[in-house]
């Protein structure tokens, strides 16, 4: 499993959050774009637990999970619900929809060397998080790591005309990826310079709904900053 993500407890809370915060959103969302579909169980299950009308059409660079997925697609004849291309969303020339959803890669190193080099988010781990705010998409669904300048995708999101629609927040263990030595001693630099927030071996993981709202009658912002740092 080296080869292809795996932390079903992080991959449940995503596919949670997506149920919760976009397919079961009253806006019906028709066209969903994702950002890094790993081996699509997340939607997959998600799609199989609720009746949706729409297309999720998903971008991985991984080719053995890209693979994969496309097996349990088939499997679960979702053909036309999921569709996930082997590439880059960066470099597509794919529609623009209302929705772009994403658990991103957000593990902090000095480099990408590391057990799995899709999972680096960037020296601080917030800036492949970050570039998916500046996309434009009126909706963004995204897990927010709180060791990964979690204040820094806040003010990301401020800056582009986003606030905080709805989250929820899951505390959960330094895993196989984020313990590597490599990574974990990065992320203890990181908390000395406060941009990194954890306790003992827990993190907190947001699930976060950033919405381009004119007028907003309430933005959570202030109260997610406080429980992504306040551990």
Known sequence: MKDIFYCPEESNFYSNCLENFVLRNRQNFKYIVEFGSGDGSPVICSLLRNKFAGLIHGFELNTDAWKAANLTIDEYSLTDKYIIDN?????????????????????????????????????????????LLTLGYEN?????????????????????????NKFTVLPIEFGYYSS????????????????????????????????????????????LSQVLTGI
């Open 87 to 131: 590439s880059s969303l960066f470099e597509s020339n794919q529609s623009q929809s209302e929705c772009l959803v994403s658990n991103p890669p957000y593990l902090p190193a000095p480099d990408e060397d590391i057990y799995m080099p899709l999972l680096f988010g960037g020296t601080d781990g917030a800036a492949i998080t970050n570039k």
């Open 140 to 164: 963004v669904l995204v897990l927010v790591s709180s060791y990964s300048n979690p204040i820094s995708t806040i003010e990301q999101a401020k800056a582009n005309g986003y606030s905080v």
């Open 180 to 223: 590597e030595p490599k990574v974990k001693n990065h992320i203890e630099e990181m908390r000395s310079k406060k941009t990194a927030f954890y306790s003992g071996d827990y993190y907190f993981l947001a699930g976060v709904l950033f919405t381009k709202q004119e007028e907003s009658n309430v933005d959570l912002s202030k109260e």
